[in-house]
């Protein structure tokens, strides 16, 4: 089966793509392309798997660039290939011959890219990350490589959506305190339960975060098993393990 990438017209024409599950050689609940080194799948598959996306976004295995994902606001500038990988959940860079990628199961993968100046990023936006400020941090990553803020385009892929998110009120509270008009990224859900709004609390941090354009595919892993990975339908499943979802860009 071959790979199917998902794009986004705001950040053509540069290279990037949200990859799903399909074309991979993985199987069993990772059944697919699954690119988590961290997952408990065999090393060797992710393996074949990433080199599967580095081939398709036209770089070596090596220079499809990772992070140790952590849920924090840190973004690092790429240079090229690490030897460890920095603890962080957003990546830019101004080098052609690189792929950022990070990897989501629900959470927010979101690519950048400033065309014009030769700049891109890619981050890895959860609720906690979104909330701490991971996606200014990369802008402001972008900027100091010399992208113009207002040029740069940004594209929140395959996502857990509104109607399949369901939290507590004391995550409901974590929010209002930061911003009471948080509370408009919140519908009621069942007793005491909401219903969060993940990719629109992202594109709304991007908007303030005063980028030119910014987009959600409009695609959610949980409603979705044929195509996505998802952490929290994998935990309703009560499966062991869950496979995760790579996005790339690159110059």
Request: with cysteine; net charge negative; aromatic share 8%.
């Amino acid at each position: 089966m071959t790979l199917e990438i998902l794009t986004s017209d705001s950040l053509a024409p540069v290279h990037h793509g949200f990859f799903t599950r399909r074309g991979g050689a993985s199987s069993g609940v990772f059944a697919g392309l699954n690119c988590g080194q961290g997952s408990s799948d065999q090393s060797e598959i992710v393996a074949i798997n990433r080199a599967r996306v580095a081939d398709a976004m036209g770089v070596a295995p090596a220079h499809l660039i990772s992070v140790h994902q952590v849920h924090s606001a840190e973004a690092v500038t790429v240079d090229g290939p690490f030897q460890d990988k920095p603890r962080a959940d957003a990546l830019v860079t101004d080098k052609p011959g690189l792929a950022l990628s990070v990897l989501t199961a629900d959470c927010q993968p979101v690519l950048f890219a400033d065309a014009e100046a030769g700049v891109i990023g890619a981050a890895h936006a959860g609720w906690r990350g979104a909330l701490d400020g991971v996606l200014e941090a990369t802008v402001e990553a972008m900027c100091a490589l010399g992208a113009n803020r207002g040029a740069i385009h940004a594209a929140i892929g395959p996502s857990i959506s509104q109607r399949a998110y369901e939290v507590g009120p004391e995550f409901f509270e974590t929010f209002l305190a930061e911003d009471p008009d948080n509370a408009r990224f919140f519908a009621n859900g069942h007793g005491d339960r909401m219903l969060f709004d993940l990719p629109g609390f992202g594109l709304h941090r991007l908007r303030m975060a005063g980028v030119g354009d910014a987009e959600w595919t409009r695609h959610c892993t949980y409603a979705d098993p044929e195509r996505f990975y998802s952490y929290r339908r994998a935990t309703h499943a009560k499966e062991a393990d869950y496979g995760r979802l790579i996005a790339a860009i690159a110059l």
